[in-house]
């Protein structure tokens, strides 16, 4: 016999063996009463089973394409989707974190505000920008220099005011007697305002170290040494009104500085010509007149 015909000979067998009906019987195993009956062949077994695992496969590749499932398949595209999402959740959770430290900070210092709890020197935060009165004391100025440093300095808050970054300034005036002011720093008022003495603030005595505050929130336009003054800050606020702290022993902000109300700026001193001992010379400017700060602010 050739092997075509051995080939034609399995073929034949199998293909008889596949068309062979067989019978299923279920029957009660205590009773052997017949429950089913069933008809089968190999064929119709192998379509059904071949039927089954197609169909399962089709379900399972849709629900992976088309259900929150493909999150948990490695590798899958959709995980660039979900990394995104956990990138903007985790930037969220910082930007929340910053707030809320903030507010925190914020709570403290009005508490400190209320109960008069003095800030020292001890509890401001060290800065690398901090400006020594023994550094200013070393180098000689003149006076052209302090002139052009304060053409400067104004250029500087006016570039500020014009490109958007000055704080919203309202159109219309407030009296003095609505704002609320902080004070700068509690103690004895040595010496009150006398413009006829060309005094335009007040002195207030107050421990070594202590930090001054700002008496309302403002930008910083003057940072810097004067022979008379000696180390002086001078900020910008809302309603057309300026505030200096002078003869200070430390500045902690620099020109262009942004401040909040009772940020500390400055740590109390005796720096200049015209001083005697460690005090704060608080002045308030409106509308480019001195104004007596006792009025609007207790010390």
């Not at 399995?10 to 009956?37: H, I, P």
């Not at 336009?221 to 900020?235: A, N, P, R, Y």
């Not at 309603?239 to 022993?249: A, E, G, L, M, Q």
């Amino acid at each position: 016999m050739s092997k075509t015909e051995q080939m034609k000979g399995w073929f034949g067998r199998t293909r008889e063996r596949l068309q062979n009906t067989y019978r299923l019987v279920v029957m009660n195993d205590e009773t052997f009463e017949e429950v089913g009956s069933y008809r089968l062949t190999i064929l119709n077994v192998y379509i059904l089973l071949s039927t089954i695992i197609v169909v399962t496969a089709v379900l399972v590749t849709m629900a992976i394409a088309y259900t929150p499932l493909r999150r948990y398949v490695p590798g899958y595209a959709g995980n660039t989707q979900a990394d995104q999402q956990i990138y903007e959740l985790s930037q969220e959770v910082e930007r929340m974190e910053r707030e809320l430290n903030s507010h925190q900070r914020y709570t403290e210092n009005f508490r400190r505000m209320l109960v008069g709890d003095v800030e020292t020197e001890a509890d401001v935060p060290k800065s690398k920008n901090l400006v020594q009165d023994s550094t200013m004391e070393e180098i000689g100025r003149s006076e052209e220099d302090e002139l052009l440093r304060q053409e400067v300095q104004m250029e500087e808050v006016g570039t500020i005011a014009k490109t958007g970054r000055m704080m919203n300034f309202s159109p219309r005036d407030i009296p003095l007697e609505q704002l609320v002011f902080v004070t700068p720093v509690n103690g004895e008022v040595s010496s009150g305002f006398n413009p006829n003495k060309k005094h335009y603030g007040i002195d207030v005595l107050a421990p070594k170290n202590t930090a001054i505050k700002a008496a309302m929130d403002g930008y910083v336009f003057f940072s810097d040494w004067t022979q008379e003054t000696g180390l002086t800050i001078g900020i910008q606020h809302t309603n057309n009104v300026i505030t200096f702290y002078k003869h200070n022993s430390t500045l902690l902000k620099r020109v262009g500085s942004f401040v909040r109300s009772g940020e500390a700026v400055a740590i109390i001193g005796n720096t200049g010509e015209l001083t005697n001992g460690p005090h704060l010379h608080f002045e308030l400017w409106h509308k480019g007149i001195p104004m007596d700060p006792a009025e609007y602010i207790s010390f």
